[in-house]
């Protein structure tokens, strides 16, 4: 069974998509972007406050879900530079304690909206 997990501290989906989806003891959330959930404007500070925000939104998610950074097994990290890199990872890895989450970190050509860095993640209850 599947069950639709959406929260007002995070960004309303821009397409035909759910925020996050639980199925039984997993959560997969929808990739998570700098806009502001108040105004639907987005971010224009640096790529490490983008970050924060993105993470802000994977956090209110998780938590609508009943779970927390401890629950994520895997995270998706698209850049639109990867010499952000090593800005966007401090970000992350202050999220998390070991053992880490398996993830893959990879520069695209254009994320939606334009903006600079785009995450997702699993995770699992228990």
């Given amino acids: 069974m599947k069950e639709a997990v959406f929260t007002k501290n995070a ?50 998610i998780l938590k609508e879900a009943g779970m927390d950074f401890s629950n994520v097994i895997k995270c998706s990290i698209f850049l639109s530079d990867l010499n952000d890199f090593a800005a966007v990872n401090e970000i992350y890895g202050s999220c998390f304690e070991a053992p880490y989450p398996v993830r893959e970190t990879v520069e695209v050509s254009k994320l939606p909206k334009a903006v600079n860095v785009e995450i997702s993640l699993v995770a699992m209850a228990g």
């Fill in 11 to 60: 960004p309303a989906a821009i397409g035909p998509y759910s925020q996050g989806m639980k199925a039984g003891n997993m959560l997969f959330t929808a990739g998570q972007i700098g806009i502001i959930p108040e105004t639907g404007e987005l971010y224009k500070g640096d790529i490490k406050g983008e970050t924060k925000l993105v993470m802000q939104h994977l956090q209110a």
